[in-house]
């Protein structure tokens, strides 16, 4: 019961979805793998999202010159 009522907020409310449009997308793929969505919700696009929002980041900082620790 209280796991019916869990995964009924977190996909009928679109908490995964805002997420995913937030660019969360490894903590929407826990959320997804914790509430058994994974046929509403594939893990593996996301993945590949990440890996590419991340090599933007990367070639940003190679660009800018700076360390990491300067950006944070």
Partial sequence: MVIELATYVVYETGFIQTLINKKQ????????????????????????????????????????DKSVEALV
């Fill in 25 to 64: 997308y490894i903590d929407a793929i826990n959320f997804i793998y914790a509430f058994e969505l994974v046929k509403e919700f594939r893990p593996v696009p996301l993945l590949k999202y990440y890996l590419h929002d991340s090599k933007i980041a990367a070639k940003k900082i190679r660009r800018s």
